[in-house]
């Protein structure tokens, strides 16, 4: 089992629309998570970073972390084209605080 | 402030050649990371270094990849002898220790072995 997991995608959503990115990971103890964009020959930049159960809102993204189900979400609200990127899904282990482990990315396109 | 630089941008070689991959972290970050990004397995962790001393270097593929980092504001990725499945983007990331997750990475370099 891959350490975190994303669907691949891609993932297709009209202007305006929510975008749901998921993700689940498998070491336990992990406290720290975190989303990254990634435009298209671009590299990844950190737009979101959760730490505890439940929501956390910024701007028009809201993570999302579930710790029992091992499970992390990012919603976009009124999606742009803009938005169109690969979003990883990235993880701290736990028994090494400075290891960061990423998922394969989503395949983001908002379509005007 | 600049951020992380690396060298090259583009790097086209021949499978049995030598190549070296540089990168200047953010100044006052003490932490800094050598990725692999490739289409089939997405971004991988190579090394890391914590105040230039090598930490964990389980990611590096082969005795062919070193990784070494002389100062704080230098490191150097190596690939001897190079073959085809080393192409692939080379991300330099650093971060500094109170913002453990946050990774500030370079422009990449995109590595061509022939």
């Known amino acids: 089992q891959k350490e975190v997991e994303q669907n691949s995608g891609p993932l297709s959503v009209p202007e305006g629309a929510i975008a749901s990115l998921n993700c689940t990971y498998s070491d336990r103890g992990s406290q720290s998570f975190f989303w990254y964009r990634q435009y298209s020959g671009k590299s990844p930049e950190l737009i979101m970073s959760?730490?505890?159960?439940g929501d956390k809102e910024d701007g028009r993204f809201t993570a999302q972390l579930n710790k029992a189900s091992q499970y992390v979400s990012l919603l976009i609200r009124d999606s742009q084209p803009s938005d169109s990127a690969t979003y990883l899904c990235?993880?701290?282990?736990?028994?090494?605080?400075?290891?960061?482990?990423f998922g394969a990315g989503t395949r983001l396109t908002v379509k005007p | 402030d600049a951020g992380v630089i690396q060298s090259p941008r583009h790097e086209v070689t021949e499978m049995g050649q030598e190549v070296t991959l540089r990168c200047k972290p953010i100044?006052?970050?003490?932490?800094l990371f050598w990725y692999r990004q490739t289409m089939m397995r997405g971004l991988e962790l190579l090394i890391y270094?914590?105040?230039?001393?090598?930490?964990?270097d389980s990611g590096m593929p082969e005795d062919r990849f070193s990784a070494k980092m002389p100062n704080a504001s230098f490191s150097t990725l190596k690939i001897q002898p190079s073959e085809p499945r080393d192409s692939a983007v080379y991300f330099c990331?650093?971060?500094?220790?109170?913002?453990?997750?946050?990774?500030?990475f370079g422009e990449g370099s995109r590595l061509t072995v022939l």
């Open positions: 270094f914590n105040n230039n001393v090598p930490i964990d």
């Open positions: 990235a993880v701290l282990l736990l028994y090494n605080n400075n290891d960061m482990r």
């Open positions: 100044s006052g970050h003490d932490y």
């Open positions: 959760i730490y505890s159960n």
């Open positions: 990331a650093s971060s500094s220790g109170q913002g453990a997750g946050e990774l500030f």
